[in-house]
Each structure stands twice: as structure tokens, then as C-alpha cells.
């Protein structure tokens, strides 16, 4: 793995004289061992956030697959690891210490995930492989959403960020909030404080798109509330930056497919004045019978893969002549607010 740090090397070093000297005393021996092999893994990127708050949409869009569920399941009751691996693997670590291969179920393009049978009680994690190379300088950790109705739920993702034993469970933080509560910045200080300050986290504005009531200029709007809660000292305290992102306009960007633009570009053509009408709610969208516009069923497909602002803004962009499907996609994505994130996460 290439150094990202010139101490990197001289780290390694230490905990190898480290390991050699306590080999004696199995508890310390373990702990560094464990910190070792951390030091060589990628970075453990920790989404952590209230219940459908947007966590497992972000996940997929980062990777740029449908590979977390983003029901209310039982799978997004558990500590989830996302790594990259050459082949698709689901591993399930169980709280007794023994760990099981899962079956690998493929669904539209992208991938199934169940338990098999066992409570999410008894799972102490999942490792999901994923030939992704968006997980090669990271693995992404989907964690179970923080204030939850469940208290055994939310305490797997405390335990996760601030482990008593060892390293914490990830390097940084993407904190995905609507609006940061009390208990919300209360998570974030507790973890900062078990690693010393020496994680960086990053509050993501999620679901940007919903901030200006689904408008086309919502995304604007969602910026400069982002501003203002950059500037807040509370959330300046626990957090190095915010950045509006809307998910699932990301997640669209990187999966749209030759089939939504045709959709789209059926309804860039339909009546303008029909359009706007069936545009207004989901379910007008999806029961209205305008002229030229797609069957229901591919409108329905639509509304899942774009949600009603991703169909707006795409409409909209390529009524004014956004020519194709891959030039679409770079804009939905330029849009969402997916690429600064990347970037800060990189940096």
C-alpha cells in the first residue's frame, strides 16, 4: 500500500518492537496487534446519522452501487463493513465469536443482503466484499442509525466509534444530519473524545435536495443553510466541515442507465404544462395519462431510481439540451454535492 503519511513507516516500526516485547502478555500483545494490522488497511470510513437520515443512499453512491439496504430491515440493524474485494463475499461475525459465509444475491446490478436466518441480536458485524474501486482507498461502515426506537440498535454504533478495548471501530466520521439535535453533537463529542481529537469528521447536510421543498434551486438553498451550520460553534466544535449532499441525486449520477434518459427525454418532449402537473406530487406523477409520456411501470422505476427532484432536474436539464445519458449523469452528479465530499474525504 502506498504511504500516505512519512511517519507511517517509523509507526509500523515501533509497534513491531512493540509486539516483540510485550509477546508475553497475550491482552497487551492482542491490542497492538490489532492496531498494527489497522495501519495497514484502508482508511475505515464510519457513516453515522438518525434513522433515515440517508446513511445506506450515500453508501451506494459512494461505491456506486445498490449494495446497502436502505429499507428498514434487519440488515440496517448491524455494523456493516463494505470493502473491496475481486469477488462479491457477505461474512457474518456473530456476538458469540464465530463468524459464517453468507449467500451473495445479486439484484438489480447491484447486491441482496440478509442474514440468514440469524437475529441481528446475534451479529456482531458484517464484512461485505465488493469489486468496487471506489472502496480501495476506503472501506465504507454502515452504521445503525444513532437515537434510535431500539436502544440495544443505537448502542452498536456508540460502541462501534468509542470501543473501550482498542482502536476505535473507524478513522473519520461522515456525520449525515437534517438538522444537528443536542444528542446528535453529544455522539460526535464522545467520539472525538475516546480518540483523542485525532479523527477527523465531516457533517454532510443530507437529503440537500428536500431543504427547498423539492424546487430546482433546492440545492442552493441547501448550501446556505450548510454555511450556516458551518458556522455554528457547536457543530464547528465536533465537525471540520458541512456539505450539502443529496443522495439519492448522487446515486442516480452514477447508475443512470441508456433506458432513464430515453424515459426522461419521452418527457422533455410530452406537453410542458401536463408535465409540470405530473411532476408535482409522486403519486400524480406516477397515476397521471399524459400524451408521449413512458407507461406507468417505467415512470414507477423512475420515481425509485431519481426520486420526484432527480426527475424534475433531469427533465428540466435536458429540455435545455443536455444531449445524452452519460452527459446527464455527470451533471446529476456535479449537482448532488457527492464530488466535494469525495474530495474532502480524500484530503
Known amino acids: 500500500m502506498t504511504e500516505v503519511h512519512p511517519a507511517a ?10 509486539l516483540e516485547a510485550y509477546r508475553g502478555e497475550p491482552a497487551v500483545a492482542a491490542r497492538l ?8 488497511e484502508p482508511l475505515r470510513l464510519a457513516l453515522v446519522g438518525r434513522v433515515k437520515s440517508g446513511k445506506s443512499t450515500l453508501l451506494n453512491a459512494l461505491v456506486g452501487a445498490r449494495i446497502a439496504p436502505t429499507d428498514a430491515g434487519e440488515c440496517t440493524r448491524v455494523v456493516t463493513l463494505y470493502r473491496y474485494g475481486a469477488t462479491p463475499r457477505v461474512l457474518l461475525h456473530g456476538t458469540d465469536g464465530g463468524s459464517r459465509h453468507l449467500p451473495v444475491r445479486r439484484a438489480g446490478g447491484g447486491l441482496q443482503l440478509e442474514l440468514g436466518g440469524t437475529s441481528p441480536e446475534d451479529v456482531a458485524s458484517l464484512e461485505v466484499d465488493w469489486p468496487s474501486a471506489d472502496l480501495l482507498p476506503a472501506t465504507v461502515v454502515d452504521t445503525p442509525g444513532t437515537a434510535s426506537l431500539s436502544a440495544g440498535t443505537s448502542a452498536r454504533t456508540h460502541a462501534f466509534l468509542a470501543a473501550d478495548e482498542g482502536p476505535s471501530g473507524a478513522d473519520a466520521v461522515v456525520f449525515l444530519t437534517r438538522q444537528p439535535q443536542p444528542e446528535d453533537l453529544a455522539v460526535l463529542a464522545a467520539f472525538q473524545e475516546a480518540t483523542g481529537g485525532r479523527t477527523a469528521t465531516i457533517t454532510v447536510l443530507s437529503r440537500a435536495d428536500e431543504v427547498g421543498a423539492g424546487r430546482l434551486d433546492a440545492l442552493q438553498a441547501a448550501a446556505s443553510v450548510a454555511r450556516r451550520m458551518s458556522g455554528d460553534p457547536a457543530v464547528r466544535a465536533v465537525s471540520s466541515a458541512v456539505v450539502p449532499v443529496a443522495g439519492l441525486l448522487a446515486l442516480a449520477g452514477r447508475t443512470l442507465r441508456q433506458g432513464d434518459f430515453t424515459a426522461l427525454r419521452s418527457l422533455a418532449a410530452a406537453d410542458q404544462a401536463q408535465v409540470a402537473r405530473m411532476l408535482l406530487t409522486a403519486d400524480r406523477f406516477v397515476r397521471a395519462d399524459v400524451p408521449g409520456a413512458p407507461s406507468r411501470e417505467i415512470r414507477e422505476g423512475l420515481l425509485d ?4 427532484y432527480g426527475t424534475r432536474l433531469s427533465v428540466t436539464l435536458v429540455r435545455a439540451g443536455v444531449p445524452d445519458a452519460s452527459a446527464l449523469a455527470e451533471e446529476l452528479l456535479r449537482r448532488s454535492g457527492l464530488v466535494e465530499l469525495q474530495r474532502l474525504v480524500l484530503r
Open 9 to 18: 513507516g517509523a509507526v509500523r516500526a515501533l509497534l513491531d518492537d512493540a
Open 33 to 40: 496487534a490489532e492496531a498494527r494490522r489497522r495501519l495497514d
Open 305 to 308: 431510481r431519481l426520486g420526484l
